[in-house]
Protein backbone atom coordinates (compact mmCIF):
# COMPACT_ATOMS: atom_id res chain seq x y z
CA UNK A 1 0.00 0.00 0.00
CA UNK A 2 1.29 3.34 -1.13
CA UNK A 3 1.51 5.22 2.41
CA UNK A 4 1.58 8.69 1.08
CA UNK A 5 -2.65 8.65 -0.01
CA UNK A 6 -4.15 12.42 -0.28
CA UNK A 7 -6.85 13.33 1.50
CA UNK A 8 -10.03 14.72 1.20
CA UNK A 9 -9.21 18.04 2.40
CA UNK A 10 -5.44 17.90 0.46
CA UNK A 11 -3.29 16.56 3.51
CA UNK A 12 -1.54 13.66 3.19
CA UNK A 13 -0.53 11.12 6.09
CA UNK A 14 3.55 12.28 6.22
CA UNK A 15 3.03 15.79 6.32
CA UNK A 16 0.38 15.22 9.38
CA UNK A 17 2.93 12.27 10.91
CA UNK A 18 5.91 15.06 10.41
CA UNK A 19 4.20 17.79 12.03
CA UNK A 20 3.42 15.44 14.68
CA UNK A 21 7.03 14.75 15.23
CA UNK A 22 8.55 18.53 15.05
CA UNK A 23 5.77 19.66 17.70
CA UNK A 24 7.08 16.87 20.07
CA UNK A 25 10.51 17.69 19.17
CA UNK A 26 9.99 21.56 19.81
CA UNK A 27 7.82 20.17 22.95
CA UNK A 28 10.59 18.14 24.27
CA UNK A 29 13.13 20.69 24.19
CA UNK A 30 11.06 23.50 26.16
CA UNK A 31 10.48 20.31 28.41
CA UNK A 32 14.36 20.32 29.02
CA UNK A 33 14.44 23.99 29.17
CA UNK A 34 11.85 23.89 32.13
CA UNK A 35 14.16 20.34 33.23
CA UNK A 36 17.16 23.09 33.79
CA UNK A 37 15.21 25.43 36.11
CA UNK A 38 13.94 22.57 38.12
CA UNK A 39 16.58 20.00 38.25
CA UNK A 40 14.58 17.95 41.11
CA UNK A 41 11.69 17.55 39.40
CA UNK A 42 11.52 13.73 38.25
CA UNK A 43 8.76 13.82 36.48
CA UNK A 44 10.86 16.15 33.29
CA UNK A 45 12.39 13.68 32.15
CA UNK A 46 9.81 11.17 32.01
CA UNK A 47 8.18 13.99 29.67
CA UNK A 48 11.05 14.49 27.46
CA UNK A 49 11.36 10.52 26.87
CA UNK A 50 7.62 10.59 26.23
CA UNK A 51 8.13 13.36 23.51
CA UNK A 52 11.32 11.69 22.03
CA UNK A 53 10.54 8.60 22.14
CA UNK A 54 6.40 9.41 20.51
CA UNK A 55 8.41 11.30 17.97
CA UNK A 56 10.82 8.11 17.22
CA UNK A 57 7.67 6.05 16.60
CA UNK A 58 6.02 9.02 14.24
CA UNK A 59 9.10 9.16 12.32
CA UNK A 60 9.18 5.32 11.79
CA UNK A 61 6.18 5.05 10.34
CA UNK A 62 7.03 7.21 7.64
CA UNK A 63 10.18 5.18 7.39
CA UNK A 64 8.70 1.41 7.44
CA UNK A 65 5.01 1.87 5.75
CA UNK A 66 3.43 -1.46 5.09
CA UNK A 67 0.70 -3.78 6.34
CA UNK A 68 2.97 -6.68 6.83
CA UNK A 69 4.29 -7.97 9.92
CA UNK A 70 8.03 -7.26 10.30
CA UNK A 71 10.07 -5.53 12.17
CA UNK A 72 9.07 -2.28 11.00
CA UNK A 73 5.31 -2.55 12.46
CA UNK A 74 6.95 -4.09 15.48
CA UNK A 75 9.30 -0.75 16.24
CA UNK A 76 6.71 2.04 15.63
CA UNK A 77 3.75 0.98 17.37
CA UNK A 78 6.20 -0.64 20.54
CA UNK A 79 7.60 3.17 20.52
CA UNK A 80 4.38 4.67 20.64
CA UNK A 81 2.75 2.54 23.58
CA UNK A 82 6.45 2.95 25.21
CA UNK A 83 5.85 6.54 25.06
CA UNK A 84 2.27 7.54 26.07
CA UNK A 85 3.05 4.66 28.95
CA UNK A 86 6.34 7.55 30.37
CA UNK A 87 3.41 10.26 29.75
CA UNK A 88 1.43 8.21 32.18
CA UNK A 89 4.37 7.98 34.03
CA UNK A 90 5.30 11.55 34.17
CA UNK A 91 1.67 12.17 35.24
CA UNK A 92 1.76 10.15 38.19
CA UNK A 93 5.26 11.50 39.50
CA UNK A 94 3.76 15.11 38.51
CA UNK A 95 1.43 13.98 41.46
CA UNK A 96 4.12 12.58 43.17
CA UNK A 97 2.74 8.95 43.24
CA UNK A 98 4.04 5.52 42.82
CA UNK A 99 5.15 4.28 39.45
CA UNK A 100 4.61 0.89 38.30
CA UNK A 101 7.30 -0.04 36.04
CA UNK A 102 5.51 -3.24 34.91
CA UNK A 103 2.60 -1.40 33.61
CA UNK A 104 4.90 0.18 31.16
CA UNK A 105 7.08 -2.67 30.01
CA UNK A 106 4.97 -5.15 29.60
CA UNK A 107 2.53 -4.06 27.33
CA UNK A 108 5.03 -2.63 25.06
CA UNK A 109 6.88 -5.99 24.76
CA UNK A 110 3.51 -7.07 24.11
CA UNK A 111 2.77 -4.94 21.62
CA UNK A 112 6.31 -5.75 19.61
CA UNK A 113 6.05 -9.45 19.95
CA UNK A 114 2.38 -8.98 18.44
CA UNK A 115 4.01 -6.77 15.25
CA UNK A 116 7.31 -8.32 15.44
CA UNK A 117 6.78 -11.97 14.95
CA UNK A 118 5.17 -13.67 12.13
CA UNK A 119 1.78 -15.61 12.44
CA UNK A 120 1.95 -15.16 16.04
CA UNK A 121 -1.30 -13.73 16.25
CA UNK A 122 -4.18 -12.10 14.10
CA UNK A 123 -2.84 -8.89 12.54
CA UNK A 124 -6.62 -7.09 13.26
CA UNK A 125 -6.41 -8.38 16.94
CA UNK A 126 -2.92 -6.36 17.09
CA UNK A 127 -4.41 -3.33 16.34
CA UNK A 128 -7.30 -3.61 17.99
CA UNK A 129 -4.51 -4.41 21.72
CA UNK A 130 -2.03 -1.66 20.53
CA UNK A 131 -5.22 1.23 19.94
CA UNK A 132 -6.82 -0.51 23.10
CA UNK A 133 -3.75 0.05 25.24
CA UNK A 134 -3.19 3.59 23.89
CA UNK A 135 -6.77 4.67 25.23
CA UNK A 136 -5.99 3.36 28.12
CA UNK A 137 -2.75 4.91 28.56
CA UNK A 138 -4.57 8.10 27.41
CA UNK A 139 -7.29 8.17 29.52
CA UNK A 140 -5.19 7.23 32.78
CA UNK A 141 -3.24 10.56 31.92
CA UNK A 142 -6.04 12.26 32.08
CA UNK A 143 -7.35 10.47 35.03
CA UNK A 144 -4.34 11.37 36.74
CA UNK A 145 -4.87 15.02 36.70
CA UNK A 146 -8.86 14.54 37.32
CA UNK A 147 -7.60 12.89 40.90
CA UNK A 148 -5.94 15.80 41.67
CA UNK A 149 -8.31 18.95 40.40
CA UNK A 150 -8.08 20.44 44.15
CA UNK A 151 -4.82 21.07 43.86
CA UNK A 152 -5.80 24.79 43.29
CA UNK A 153 -4.22 24.39 39.56
CA UNK A 154 -6.63 25.27 36.65
CA UNK A 155 -3.72 23.99 33.89
CA UNK A 156 -5.00 20.50 34.81
CA UNK A 157 -8.45 20.97 33.58
CA UNK A 158 -6.95 21.58 29.82
CA UNK A 159 -4.95 18.55 30.59
CA UNK A 160 -7.34 16.67 31.10
CA UNK A 161 -9.29 17.45 28.43
CA UNK A 162 -6.59 16.94 26.27
CA UNK A 163 -6.08 13.64 26.87
CA UNK A 164 -9.82 12.07 27.38
CA UNK A 165 -10.10 13.85 23.91
CA UNK A 166 -6.92 11.44 22.94
CA UNK A 167 -8.19 8.56 24.56
CA UNK A 168 -11.60 8.52 22.31
CA UNK A 169 -9.76 9.44 19.31
CA UNK A 170 -8.13 5.90 20.17
CA UNK A 171 -11.27 4.25 20.36
CA UNK A 172 -12.67 5.34 17.40
CA UNK A 173 -9.56 4.17 16.00
CA UNK A 174 -10.82 0.57 17.20
CA UNK A 175 -14.26 0.93 16.20
CA UNK A 176 -12.49 1.83 12.61
CA UNK A 177 -10.23 -1.59 12.45
CA UNK A 178 -13.24 -3.51 13.87
CA UNK A 179 -15.81 -1.80 10.77
CA UNK A 180 -12.95 -2.95 8.46
CA UNK A 181 -11.75 -6.21 9.91
CA UNK A 182 -9.10 -6.56 7.42
CA UNK A 183 -5.23 -7.55 7.01
CA UNK A 184 -4.68 -3.46 6.40
CA UNK A 185 -5.87 -2.98 10.31
CA UNK A 186 -2.44 -4.49 10.86
CA UNK A 187 -1.00 -1.17 10.23
CA UNK A 188 -2.70 2.43 10.75
CA UNK A 189 -5.14 2.76 8.26
CA UNK A 190 -4.49 5.14 5.47
CA UNK A 191 -8.14 6.60 4.99
CA UNK A 192 -9.81 9.58 6.12
CA UNK A 193 -10.54 8.85 10.15
CA UNK A 194 -6.69 8.29 10.13
CA UNK A 195 -6.30 11.96 8.78
CA UNK A 196 -8.99 13.18 11.56
CA UNK A 197 -7.24 10.96 14.20
CA UNK A 198 -3.79 12.33 13.47
CA UNK A 199 -5.43 16.10 13.14
CA UNK A 200 -6.86 15.56 16.65
CA UNK A 201 -3.11 14.69 17.82
CA UNK A 202 -1.69 17.68 16.44
CA UNK A 203 -4.20 19.85 18.75
CA UNK A 204 -3.19 17.74 21.43
CA UNK A 205 0.36 17.45 20.95
CA UNK A 206 0.35 21.31 21.52
CA UNK A 207 -2.22 21.98 23.82
CA UNK A 208 -0.53 19.12 26.09
CA UNK A 209 2.66 20.46 26.03
CA UNK A 210 1.79 24.05 26.44
CA UNK A 211 -0.94 22.96 29.44
CA UNK A 212 2.36 20.95 30.72
CA UNK A 213 4.17 23.78 31.03
CA UNK A 214 1.72 26.05 32.55
CA UNK A 215 0.60 23.66 35.23
CA UNK A 216 4.55 23.12 36.19
CA UNK A 217 4.82 27.36 36.28
CA UNK A 218 0.96 27.08 38.32
CA UNK A 219 3.09 24.19 41.00
CA UNK A 220 6.11 26.30 41.27
CA UNK A 221 4.37 29.69 42.16
CA UNK A 222 1.66 28.29 44.48
CA UNK A 223 4.90 26.16 45.79
CA UNK A 224 6.77 29.75 46.29
CA UNK A 225 3.51 31.12 48.17
CA UNK A 226 3.56 28.53 50.40
CA UNK A 227 7.34 28.72 51.34
CA UNK A 228 6.90 32.80 51.60
CA UNK A 229 4.25 32.16 54.56
CA UNK A 230 5.43 28.81 56.05
CA UNK A 231 8.34 27.83 58.42
CA UNK A 232 10.37 25.68 56.47
CA UNK A 233 11.52 23.63 59.85
CA UNK A 234 7.98 22.83 61.01
CA UNK A 235 5.46 23.58 58.29
CA UNK A 236 3.44 25.92 60.23
CA UNK A 237 2.70 29.02 58.89
CA UNK A 238 5.18 32.15 59.79
CA UNK A 239 5.90 35.37 61.38
CA UNK A 240 3.95 37.17 57.66
CA UNK A 241 1.72 34.34 57.53
CA UNK A 242 0.26 35.60 60.89
CA UNK A 243 0.92 39.07 60.92
CA UNK A 244 -1.89 38.58 58.18
CA UNK A 245 -4.14 36.51 59.98
CA UNK A 246 -4.03 38.77 63.20
CA UNK A 247 -4.90 42.14 60.96
CA UNK A 248 -7.60 40.68 58.75
CA UNK A 249 -9.16 38.66 62.77
CA UNK A 250 -8.88 42.66 64.05
CA UNK A 251 -10.65 44.41 60.53
CA UNK A 252 -13.03 41.69 60.92
CA UNK A 253 -14.45 42.94 64.36
CA UNK A 254 -14.79 39.69 66.31
CA UNK A 255 -13.97 38.50 69.43
CA UNK A 256 -11.07 36.47 69.57
CA UNK A 257 -8.10 35.52 71.94
CA UNK A 258 -4.16 36.06 70.62
CA UNK A 259 -1.78 33.38 72.53
CA UNK A 260 1.66 34.00 72.97
CA UNK A 261 3.70 30.82 73.90
CA UNK A 262 7.70 30.43 74.19
CA UNK A 263 9.48 27.31 74.80
CA UNK A 264 10.96 27.85 78.19
CA UNK A 265 14.87 27.21 78.50
CA UNK A 266 15.55 26.38 74.95
CA UNK A 267 19.15 27.98 74.83
CA UNK A 268 19.95 25.15 77.53
CA UNK A 269 18.05 22.03 75.21
CA UNK A 270 20.60 23.31 72.19
CA UNK A 271 23.62 23.60 74.60
CA UNK A 272 23.31 20.82 76.43
CA UNK A 273 21.97 17.82 73.48
CA UNK A 274 22.67 20.25 70.32
CA UNK A 275 20.78 21.89 67.41
CA UNK A 276 19.57 18.83 66.03
CA UNK A 277 17.16 18.03 69.38
CA UNK A 278 16.31 21.67 69.34
CA UNK A 279 14.90 21.23 65.96
CA UNK A 280 13.02 18.06 67.24
CA UNK A 281 11.64 20.04 69.66
CA UNK A 282 10.45 22.71 67.96
CA UNK A 283 9.24 20.08 65.42
CA UNK A 284 7.42 18.15 67.81
CA UNK A 285 5.60 21.15 69.33
CA UNK A 286 4.48 22.52 65.97
CA UNK A 287 3.06 18.91 65.89
CA UNK A 288 1.14 18.94 69.23
CA UNK A 289 -0.21 22.81 69.97
CA UNK A 290 -2.33 22.12 66.10
CA UNK A 291 -3.32 18.40 67.74
CA UNK A 292 -4.60 19.71 70.95
CA UNK A 293 -6.83 23.61 69.85
CA UNK A 294 -9.76 23.38 67.44
CA UNK A 295 -9.48 23.29 63.85
CA UNK A 296 -10.54 26.75 63.32
CA UNK A 297 -7.73 28.54 65.51
CA UNK A 298 -4.47 29.14 63.87
CA UNK A 299 -1.32 28.51 65.20
CA UNK A 300 1.92 30.08 63.75
CA UNK A 301 5.62 30.20 64.16
CA UNK A 302 6.44 33.62 64.98
CA UNK A 303 10.22 33.21 66.37
CA UNK A 304 12.75 31.48 67.57
CA UNK A 305 11.66 29.21 69.99
CA UNK A 306 8.27 31.62 69.63
CA UNK A 307 4.54 30.37 68.59
CA UNK A 308 1.14 32.27 67.92
CA UNK A 309 -2.21 31.27 68.10
CA UNK A 310 -5.15 33.08 66.99
CA UNK A 311 -8.16 31.42 69.01
CA UNK A 312 -11.21 32.98 67.65
CA UNK A 313 -14.94 32.91 69.60
CA UNK A 314 -13.36 31.95 72.49
CA UNK A 315 -14.56 33.57 75.93
CA UNK A 316 -11.51 33.68 78.23
CA UNK A 317 -12.35 30.49 80.40
CA UNK A 318 -12.26 28.66 77.38
CA UNK A 319 -8.97 30.40 75.93
CA UNK A 320 -7.33 29.59 79.37
CA UNK A 321 -8.45 26.19 79.20
CA UNK A 322 -7.40 25.27 75.35
CA UNK A 323 -4.32 27.23 76.07
CA UNK A 324 -3.59 24.99 79.12
CA UNK A 325 -4.00 21.86 77.70
CA UNK A 326 -1.18 22.77 74.95
CA UNK A 327 1.10 23.98 77.75
CA UNK A 328 -0.41 20.50 79.55
CA UNK A 329 0.34 18.20 76.75
CA UNK A 330 4.00 19.55 76.10
CA UNK A 331 5.05 19.42 79.82
CA UNK A 332 3.89 15.38 80.10
CA UNK A 333 5.86 14.52 76.00
CA UNK A 334 9.17 13.16 76.31
CA UNK A 335 11.13 14.76 73.33
CA UNK A 336 13.43 11.53 71.85
CA UNK A 337 16.32 13.02 69.17
CA UNK A 338 19.88 10.63 68.06
CA UNK A 339 20.53 9.00 71.48
CA UNK A 340 18.96 10.98 73.98
CA UNK A 341 15.46 12.01 75.85
CA UNK A 342 14.44 15.06 76.96
CA UNK A 343 11.56 16.82 78.69
CA UNK A 344 10.40 20.23 77.48
CA UNK A 345 8.02 22.86 79.17
CA UNK A 346 6.76 26.10 77.73
CA UNK A 347 5.04 29.12 78.98
CA UNK A 348 2.35 31.56 77.64
CA UNK A 349 0.82 35.25 77.58
CA UNK A 350 -2.96 35.49 76.49
CA UNK A 351 -4.54 38.81 75.61
CA UNK A 352 -7.89 38.96 75.07
CA UNK A 353 -9.90 41.45 71.88
CA UNK A 354 -12.59 43.25 73.21
CA UNK A 355 -14.72 43.83 69.94
CA UNK A 356 -13.29 46.86 68.47
CA UNK A 357 -11.27 48.28 71.03
CA UNK A 358 -7.71 46.02 70.22
CA UNK A 359 -5.39 47.56 67.82
CA UNK A 360 -2.41 45.14 66.21
CA UNK A 361 0.10 46.68 68.27
CA UNK A 362 -1.49 47.31 71.67
CA UNK A 363 -2.66 43.51 71.55
CA UNK A 364 0.69 41.96 70.68
CA UNK A 365 2.46 44.17 73.76
CA UNK A 366 -0.28 42.20 75.72
CA UNK A 367 0.20 38.84 75.48
CA UNK A 368 3.95 39.98 75.46
CA UNK A 369 3.69 41.20 78.64
CA UNK A 370 1.86 38.31 80.12
CA UNK A 371 4.13 35.86 78.49
CA UNK A 372 7.08 37.77 80.12
CA UNK A 373 4.84 37.48 83.63
CA UNK A 374 4.56 34.00 83.01
CA UNK A 375 8.69 33.67 82.52
CA UNK A 376 8.82 35.98 85.72
CA UNK A 377 6.64 33.57 87.67
CA UNK A 378 8.37 30.59 87.59
CA UNK A 379 7.95 29.00 83.90
CA UNK A 380 5.49 26.18 82.73
CA UNK A 381 2.41 28.50 83.36
CA UNK A 382 0.12 30.37 81.85
CA UNK A 383 -0.72 34.63 82.38
CA UNK A 384 -3.81 36.42 80.96
CA UNK A 385 -5.16 39.60 81.40
CA UNK A 386 -7.75 41.44 78.57
CA UNK A 387 -6.40 44.00 76.21
CA UNK A 388 -7.86 47.66 76.83
Known amino acids: MNSRVDMDIGVDVQTLFLTNAMILIVMGLAFYAAWRKQPDETYWPAWIGANFVIAGSLFSYMAFPGNEPSFGLALPNSL ?33 LMFGLPGWIDYPLAYYTVNAIL ?51 AHLVFDSVLQIHLLIAV ?73 AAGDE ?65 LSAGIAHSAEGEASFDRLMRAADANLYRAKNGGRNRIAETAAA
Open 80 to 112: LVLGFGLRWTASRLFARRRVPMSLIVVPTLVVA
Open 135 to 185: MLFAAATAWEFYTDRETGLPSRYGLLIAYGVMALSFAGRIVQGINAHTAET
Open 203 to 275: IHTTASGAFVLSVAYERMARDLRHAAMHDALTGLPNRRAFEQRLEKALQDRGHFALVVFDLDHFKSINDRYGH
Open 281 to 345: ALRRCALLCPSVLRQQDFVARVGGEEFAAILPGVTPTEAFMLTDGVRSTVAATRIAADDVSFGLT
